[in-house]
């Protein structure tokens, strides 16, 4: 092994003759994450339940000189996942790098107004139905366990490989629910099922870590904090107010974190959930 000072640092973040499998990846942070990924040197796995978004995105990357295949995914399917785990070993021969980026997430931006739990009323914690809660863990935390387990046996045949899942802000801190309240509408809340299912993504990243300890295989967390997606005024001030820097972050701005845990830049650290919350949380 050379010398740390030997080395090129910028060298570390490339990804050439890599693969990285994102689930959710047709998503509003899965896309970006789909992109950065491909920019680096990865060849590219997009899987998402949405077939269309996922050949969408396929196609604009191809179109650009990526190497990118997209699989239509349901992550709560044992069977489902293998066959994700399959379609990328067949089209590149290999696995090196995990994103669970799949999720079920509450949104309160005008282009999810019609999401069934972003109906005016909807989260309260005293009447908050069984079957969303069920449905909730099975994609959030269930989808995650399956797609780990399948993802890690290629990895361990090859000799190492790369997790990186999805936490939140409201994994490490209950939801400020004063943020969904609009003077003279009915509340809506941030249900029970993020908050309980992204604080078990952080439990699952330490336990894979320490799981498999001399094994190569590397697992830490993301965390971003509020991203903006044309959200009202007034939710953009009251979120702002929160966090130490004083705004929403950008679509992109988790980009820069996740290339560096999925690279070799951060190949000293395993088990850790890296911050990207505008000081969200320090106060």
Known sequence: MNHPSERFTLDLFRLAGRTALVTGGAGLLGAQFCRTLAQAGAQVVIADVNRQA??????????????????????????SVRNMVAAALKAFGRLDILVNS??????????????VFARPGSGAFETFPLSAW?????VNLTGAFLCCQAGVRPMLEQGGGVIVNLSSIYG???????LY???????????????????GILGLTRYLATYYAGKNIRANALTPGGVYNGHDDAFVQAYSARAVLGRMAEVDEMNGALLF????????????NLIIDGGWTTW
Do not use: C, W
Not at 266 to 272: E, V
């Open 102 to 115: 799949a999720v079920l997430d509450p949104k309160f931006d005008p282009l999810h107004d019609a999401d």
């Open 172 to 178: 490490l801190a209950g939801p400020d629910q004063r």
């Open 54 to 79: 996922g050949e969408e995105l396929a196609f604009s990357l191809s179109k650009d000189g990526y190497p990118v295949i997209a699989v239509q995914t349901d992550v709560t399917d044992p069977v």
């Open 261 to 272: 845990l999925a690279s070799n830049a951060s190949a000293y650290m395993t088990g850790a």
């Open 134 to 138: 069920e449905q909730a863990l099975s």
């Open 181 to 199: 309240l609009q003077p003279g509408q009915t509340p809506k809340y941030k249900p029970v099922y993020y908050s309980v299912t992204k604080a």
